[in-house]
């Protein structure tokens, strides 16, 4: 006795339906296809912000070493030992910033932060620079502001010190960030 697929329903079975049937391989491909497209068109930006953030966080070090820097040397008095010209023209101070080593215990053989030094004097010294920082400083008569005077000129005649501190990122211009680098001046006045 065969039943009516009508009046299935009331035998208490339903009748199969697409709906009912399940999602073929071919569909799965397809949604597969698209949400490839899809994530495909989105990498290129998680890998761009990824770029900006190393890029940013390079440049928020460097800007804050820079100043860092020229608040101590604004901090201190105007004839203090570290703004003296002891010859020529110029007096610069160097250092670079070391990165902390550690051994195969991982016991710290070298701590990380800034060492009096030109990058060369790191490279011998076998250390790993992250950033350079100079500060040069100049001193000047109040009527002329183009031509430094020299450390022989009398304290009376100098009035006005430039302060210039340069830090950099050594670490060479690459995807991920490096390569940057600010140079802030400041002008003392006696």
Do not use: C, W
């Given at each position: 006795?065969?039943?009516?697929?009508r009046?299935?329903?009331r035998?208490?079975r339903?009748p199969?339906?697409?709906?009912e049937?399940g999602v073929?391989l071919?569909?799965?491909?397809?949604a597969?296809?698209?949400?490839?497209f899809?994530?495909?068109?989105?990498?290129?930006?998680?890998a761009?912000?990824?770029?900006n953030?190393?890029?940013?966080q390079d440049?928020?070090k460097?800007?804050?070493?820079?100043r860092?820097r020229?608040?101590?040397f604004?901090?201190l008095p105007f004839?203090?030992?570290?703004l003296?010209?002891?010859?020529?023209?110029?007096r610069?101070?160097?250092?670079?910033?070391?990165q902390?080593?550690?051994?195969?215990?991982?016991n710290?053989?070298?701590?990380?932060g800034w060492?009096d030094?030109?990058?060369?004097?790191?490279?011998?010294?076998g250390d790993t620079a992250l950033y350079s920082r100079?500060?040069?400083i100049?001193?000047?008569?109040?009527?002329d502001?183009?031509t430094?005077l020299?450390s022989?000129a009398?304290?009376?005649?100098v009035?006005?010190?430039?302060?210039?501190v340069e830090?950099?990122s050594?670490?060479?211009?690459r995807?991920l960030?490096g390569?940057?680098a600010?140079?802030?001046?400041?002008y003392k006045?006696k």
């Open positions: 006795m065969s039943q009516d697929p009046n299935a329903h035998a208490g339903a199969a339906s697409r709906a049937s073929s071919v569909e799965v491909l397809i597969g296809l698209i949400m490839l899809i994530a495909l068109g989105v990498i290129p930006y998680f761009q912000a990824m770029q953030n190393a890029q940013g440049s928020t460097v800007a804050n070493f820079t860092a020229l608040e101590e604004v901090q004839n203090s030992e570290p003296q010209i002891t010859a020529g023209t110029e610069v101070h160097e250092e670079y910033y070391r902390e080593e550690r051994d195969g215990s991982g710290v053989t070298k701590e990380e060492i030094g030109t990058l060369a004097d790191a490279d011998s010294a100079t500060t040069t100049r001193q000047f008569a109040v009527d502001l183009t430094p020299d022989a009398s304290p009376q005649a009035k006005v010190k430039e302060i210039q830090a950099a050594t670490r060479p211009d995807l960030g390569g940057k600010l140079t802030v001046r400041y006045v």
